[in-house]
């Protein structure tokens, strides 16, 4: 078990390498600033999941003898404002401290400072801690790959009118980073998508500094039907990388994130417009209009890939993935179940439909908490 107290890194330290590390600093350039080695700075992190302890916040605390005195005071008609004077108390501290005691008619000196005492108690239980058919809930979507943001959506959903059936997705971090909380298991933080156990600050995306491509359709040209994500059909598509030069298609329907997941041979443009033909032919003709990509070369062909199939292609600005956000967002998710320097050439697209279809009963933040799945299936049109 890590201790606290071990690194012996003094309070101002400790401060300093909370700053620093929720501004996005390494390991090695918070070593450097506080002139220490790694495994003190990684000790304590680990102690916290790389969550940064709250500030302390020091309540105004009354004294037993205070307390008697307010009895007292209104016992016999007093005003708040007249024993916060005489005690050379502000009145809102008198006042708050009556009211969460019993009121006027109810406060009693001993159990006002009886349950004070145990108010002070700290650490407190979250409500994971008390509550073991929430624990369980919560337990059993994070074992599915459901983010902890999508597990405390559902619980709102699934128990509207019962607070101790809904907790925040904060909090259920905590409880995975910080193993010291003891309430969830620490095997949990597997099902998480980056498997992390430590939290990081955010940081700026690679750019794609693929080539060009000839004659293509600017993103900025899309019409405004696809922008506002209105009308179903339109998809953003892209290849995921794996080693040995194996590849996925991934498409994400933009109405209603829809992800399909299509095995390709390799990134040769031949096989993979060959791939998103046979793909886009098996949908409705209503939902599959449009695609945007990158511009990576496996789209040089894009002419007679929208002449054979009537969808349209749009291209992102060069270095600028951030404009098919969708896509760039599901292909992180990805990553839990193919991650980076993974051999992609051996999944079956069998294999690729159940991960796709586990990733579209996930049910989704921008979408109400309501499944992709659930969403594309009720635009397909009866005539279809």
Sequence with gaps: MIKEGRPGLTEEQKAD????????YGIGEICQALKRNSSALYQQLAIRGGIAPPGRIRAVVLKMAEREEISRGLGSGESVRSIARRLSRAPSTVSR???RHGGRARY?????NYEASLSALR???????LNGRLRKAVASK???EWSPEQVSGWLKIRYPGDENMQISHETIYKSLFIQARGVLKKELIKHLRTRRRFRYARKSASEDRRGKIADTISIRERPAEIEDRAIPGHWEGDLLCGTKSSQIITLVERHSRYTSLIKVADHKTENVLAALKRHVRKLPKSLCRSVTW?????????ASFSVATDVKVYFC?????WQRGTNEN????????????????GFTQSQLDKVALRLNQRPRKTLGFQTPADKFRACVAPSD
């Design 17 to 24: 390498m909370w700053r620093r590390w929720r501004a996005g």
């Design 97 to 99: 401290e009556v009211a």
């Design 108 to 112: 009693r000196a001993n159990h006002a």
């Design 123 to 129: 650490p407190k239980p979250c409500r994971l801690a």
């Design 142 to 144: 994070l074992a599915l």
């Design 294 to 302: 990158d511009h990576g070369k496996e789209m040089s062909q894009h």
């Design 317 to 321: 600005d060069p270095s600028s993935p």
């Design 330 to 345: 599901t292909n992180g998710l990805l990553r839990q179940y193919f991650p980076k320097g993974a051999d992609l050439s």
